[in-house]
């Protein structure tokens, strides 16, 4: 055979094997939303990234039960989430392991009709990850670069942004719910193709790993985090989303060329974040409750 016959075989291949563990996990309910996915298909089963429907619901099957059952995810909000279109979704991030984004990327996959799955932006390290950068991109996850967020939101896709990074993940407990330092780039690409901000704030994720330490090693991983305990405890997730920010009815898209309005703009949407973190710590009952 030649090679496109090889590579027709290995993605049918991976198809069915998605397709068969997905039903092994979740039954026929996670594929029947995928097949109503908002989907940009390349003219090959995948999109521009590598994002397959069989693999999105292979995901929600995988990340299901820990949403359903062991975090218990409740979801306040999410009518914000826009329906069509391009938009940002910016929220905070924590807890060692990022779970949260995991969490976020279920809730928004099924909370939304006709489904969809955010794009979630993850940093450079994670595609170079064995099987793991594999399974994330066939999910939706891309590398953080301006041309990939680019091509996405001209796609009218849901890009999901953790301005504050790795940084947060990697925050020690007793800086839990102190945003660090937030990125701008979510904002300058809001602006530019004239997108709304959904400002999202995750209550509860801080708690799941304590990190005491982290150990700065060599190679694709920044460091290795000395956590409190070795999995993450069954706290309870709380997730919210916020109005969306219009940046579009104030600002033209060349706007996005002047560094005092997207730093103005990052600010907004900041506070928009922080405040909605207060409210969850104000409302929910307990770590666990």
Same mark, same amino acid.
């Given at each position: ?5 090889? =590579? ?7 198809? $069915? ?9 979740? /039954? ?8 109503? $996915? ?11 990234? /590598? &994002? ?9 099957? +995988?990340? *299901? ?19 069509? *279109? ?14 949260? *984004?995991?969490?976020? =990327? ?25 099987? +793991? /950068? ?15 967020? &680019? ?20 925050? $020690? ?5 102190? $945003?660090?330092? =937030?990125?701008? /780039?979510?904002?300058?690409?809001? %602006? ?24 700065? %090693? ?20 709380? %997730?919210?989303?916020?109005?969306? %920010? ?44």
């Amino acid at each position: 055979r030649d090679g496109r016959s090889d =590579w027709s075989s290995d993605v049918c291949s991976s198809d $069915l094997i998605a397709r068969a563990l997905t039903k092994l996990l979740s /039954g026929d309910k996670a594929s029947e939303r995928a097949e109503r $996915l908002h989907f940009a298909d390349a003219g090959h089963g995948y999109d521009q990234f /590598g &994002q397959h429907p069989d693999f999105v619901a292979l995901g929600d099957a +995988i990340a *299901g039960p820990l949403y359903d059952k062991y975090f218990r995810v409740i979801s306040h909000g999410h009518e914000n989430i826009p329906q069509t *279109g391009a938009a940002v979704l910016a929220c905070n991030h924590s807890g060692t392991l990022p779970f949260d *984004g995991a969490m976020v =990327w279920v809730d928004v996959f099924r909370n939304t009709d006709p489904p969809r799955a955010p794009r979630a932006v993850a940093d450079y390290f994670v595609s170079s990850l064995p099987l +793991i /950068g594999t399974l994330f991109a066939r999910s939706g996850v891309v590398s953080g670069s301006r041309g990939n967020a &680019q091509a996405l939101l001209e796609a009218g896709e849901l890009l999901l942004i953790f301005p504050e990074g790795t940084p947060g993940i990697g925050k $020690l407990y007793k800086d839990r719910y102190n $945003l660090q330092k =937030w990125r701008q /780039g979510h904002c300058e690409l809001a %602006i530019r193709h004239q997108a709304p901000v959904i400002p999202i704030g995750v209550v509860g994720a801080e708690e799941q790993m304590p990190q005491i330490a982290r150990i700065p %090693i060599p190679g694709p991983v920044p460091y290795l985090p000395i956590p409190a305990t070795l999995v993450p405890l069954p706290v309870r997730y709380h %997730i919210y989303y916020g109005e969306p %920010i219009r940046f579009d009815d104030e600002y033209d898209a060349e706007d996005a060329d002047d560094p005092e309005i997207v730093a103005e703009a990052a600010l907004r949407v900041q506070a928009a974040v922080d405040a909605l973190l207060k409210r969850g710590l104000a409302e929910r009952k307990g770590v666990f409750a």
